[in-house]
Each structure stands twice: as structure tokens, then as C-alpha cells.
């Protein structure tokens, strides 16, 4: 365990500072998910306290002794035990809530069009939500609160079902995170990219499917651990020492996949900006991209001939490169495309540039 605890919080710490050290070769500004990861990271600490804690001098990971009439010997080192577990449910909780919430600032502050923002408002308001909810379904589980490592959360009439709370946040988790790791794939589908771009970009975003992956394989954990205590299983620490273990592998794993998609600028420079012009390049009406937010994300994927290679953040115009000329060295008039801020009503305004002496623009609307 003590191995463990250290490897994973070292991962967390490891990958956050990589995570602040890009945005420094950037020269991009903190933002909020920027700070929102941090608690998220102390958090996932506090979590490999609890784990050296009850390795130390509890039975996290140990067997429990049991009596000549087959009964748990409830001692000093099982109560600490129950003790860490307790605040490892805490810890956690937080830990996922305030990813999550990195996250969706993140997919904020790079995602301006009309369809995103409200995704993600709503998304916001739903993890603060989960998280405030089971935190103190978490933590007053059992009243008075030392019931839980005292009657070892059995005691009749003073805790809720327990096991149904853990089944509800450890299925609720997931479904969330399905649903954070989706949110940015319908826009980037719709982005005048190459295919191979397309992919790239989501496989940089489904980079948290990692935590979806560490929460389905905690979910079926916790079942198992459900199904033995139905038939009587009493190696209490033993039993549910996953209980403890799994969170945390949770937890940092949920921090280096909301932090792998800003860490490109240490692999590729920071001189490299092809990746930032082909996310730029979205023209779509749902889908405006913050350049400034976008700035960290610098790459070296040329952007392709064909899409759309001027931005600003506010729907101004946009220039195509035809597919059979090079970027490089094309310098005829091109199409104008104007961007509408509306998924529903998706317009362009066409302007045709003639290169004959004296024709007039003229402009259409489809």
C-alpha cells in the first residue's frame, strides 16, 4: 500500500506541475480550471495520507482476526480502519468533483459557440451538484458521525444504506464522466479538418477515458464487495480495502487525464503552432474557439488545404485555401466565408472576389 499510494500521488504532482510548466512555455494566463485542478491534486494527497495511515497502524490491506465464535475482533487497528475509509470516501469525492469541474472549464474557456457554452453550464451545475450531494451523504452516513468506525456502520437506526450510497456515487461517476468525455466530439466532427486531424483532435480529448476506465473497473469492485457481504464475508479490512485503494487510483488517474491534453506544447515547442490553426480553423456556428485559450495548445499539424485558415473569437471572416493550391505560396482572392453563431441555423455569406478589371463583390446569403 505504501507503494501504492506513493506511485499514484506521485503521478497526480508529477503531471499537474507539467501541466502549469506548459502553460508557462506558452505565456498563457491561469485560468479557472487551471486553479480547479489544484484542490482536485490536494486532495488525491489527503487520499495517500489516509492509505499510509491505515497502513501503519491499521489493517488496510491486512486480514481481520477473527474470534473463536466467528465473530471480527473489533480492536484498535480495525477502528482506524473504518477511520480512514470514512475519509477516504470524502477525499475522493472532492478529488472527482473538482476534476470534473477543471474539465469543464477547460471545454469553456476553448468552446465559445452557442451550442457548447450551454452543454457545459449545465454540465457545471450538475457535477456541483453531485459532488455537495454525496459528500455529505458521505459524511453524515452514520449520526452521531463516530457510529461509523465505532458500530462499524451497522448500528440499527443510525446510518442510511450505505452500499446503496456507494453503488449510486460509484454509477453516477461514470455516467458523468461519459458524458464530459463526449461533450467536445460532435463539434470537432463538424470541423472543416482532414479526417486524420479529426481523429487526432478527439483522441487528444477522450485522453480522459482513462477515468472512465478506472471508474467502471471500481464500480465492478464495489459490487463484488457487496455480493460478499450478502453471504456473510467478516474479513471486514481485507474485504474493503479496495474500497479505499480503487478511489485513489481513480483520483489520480482522473487528474493526469484532465491535464494530458494541455501538455502537448512540451513534446512538440513552443514554437509550433499548425495544431492551434487547425482548431482555428472551425468555422461551424456552434463551435467558436478562443484563441488566447487556445495558445497552449500549439502543435505542428499543418493545416490541411481546403479549410479555413483566419480566426477571430467573434464570428468575423474566414479564408479557404482551394485543395489544389499551396498554402505556402497562394496569393489569389479566395472565398469569404461569415461565420453565424447559431447550430440550429447554420449561414454563410458568400462573397465572390473577381480578379477581372473592375467587377463588383457581390454577396448571397444561403
Known amino acids: 500500500m505504501y507503494a501504492l499510494a506513493t506511485a499514484l500521488s506521485l503521478l497526480a504532482i508529477v503531471i499537474t506541475a507539467m501541466r502549469f510548466y506548459a502553460r508557462r512555455i506558452k505565456q498563457a494566463t491561469l485560468s479557472w480550471d487551471d486553479y480547479m485542478i489544484l484542490p482536485a491534486l490536494l486532495f488525491t494527497i489527503g487520499t495517500a495520507v489516509c492509505m499510509f495511515v491505515g497502513t501503519a497502524i491499521g489493517n488496510l490491506g491486512q486480514h481481520t482476526g477473527i474470534q473463536e465464535n466467528g465473530q471480527p475482533v473489533f480492536d484498535h487497528r480495525l477502528t482506524v480502519f473504518e477511520q480512514i475509509a470514512f475519509a477516504t470516501q470524502l477525499t475522493t469525492t472532492l478529488t472527482f468533483g473538482f476534476t470534473k469541474l477543471s474539465v469543464l472549464l477547460f471545454y469553456k474557456r476553448i468552446f465559445n459557440g452557442t451550442f457548447v457554452k450551454p452543454s457545459v453550464w449545465t454540465m457545471i451545475a450538475v457535477v456541483l451538484v453531485w459532488t455537495v450531494a454525496f459528500f455529505f451523504a458521505n459524511l453524515f452516513q452514520c449520526w452521531p458521525l463516530w457510529i461509523d468506525w465505532t458500530g462499524f456502520g451497522s448500528t440499527v437506526g443510525n446510518c442510511i444504506n450505505i452500499n446503496m450510497v456507494y453503488l449510486a456515487q460509484a454509477w453516477s461517476d461514470v455516467l458523468t464522466d461519459l458524458i464530459i468525455l463526449t461533450l467536445p466530439l460532435p463539434c470537432i466532427w463538424v ?100 484563441e488566447d485559450a487556445l495558445k497552449q495548445l500549439g502543435g505542428d499539424w499543418p493545416v490541411a488545404p481546403g479549410s479555413t485558415t483566419a480566426f477571430t473569437k467573434f464570428g468575423s471572416e474566414s479564408t479557404m485555401v482551394p485543395s489544389n493550391a499551396e498554402y505556402s505560396s497562394y496569393d489569389h482572392p479566395a472565398h469569404k466565408i461569415y461565420r453565424m453563431d447559431s447550430l440550429d441555423s447554420l449561414n454563410f455569406a458568400a462573397e465572390n472576389a473577381a480578379r477581372s478589371h473592375g467587377s463588383r463583390r457581390t454577396e448571397s446569403y444561403v
Not at 252 to 262: E, K, N, Y
Request: net charge positive; glycine share 10%.
Open 191 to 290: 470541423m472543416q479538418l482532414p479526417v486524420r486531424h479529426k481523429v487526432a483532435v478527439s483522441g487528444m480529448f477522450l485522453l480522459g477515458g482513462l477515468t472512465v476506465g478506472a471508474g467502471i473497473a471500481k464500480l465492478v469492485v464495489f459490487n463484488k464487495i457487496m455480493q460478499e457481504e450478502n453471504v456473510g464475508f467478516l474479513d471486514i479490512s481485507y474485504m474493503n480495502t479496495p474500497l479505499v485503494y480503487w478511489p485513489m487510483v481513480e483520483s489520480s488517474i482522473g487528474i493526469v487525464g484532465a491535464c494530458l491534453p494541455l501538455l502537448r506544447p512540451l513534446f512538440v515547442g513552443a514554437s509550433s503552432n499548425g495544431f492551434m490553426r487547425s482548431l482555428k480553423s472551425v468555422k461551424i456556428a456552434s463551435l467558436n474557439l478562443n
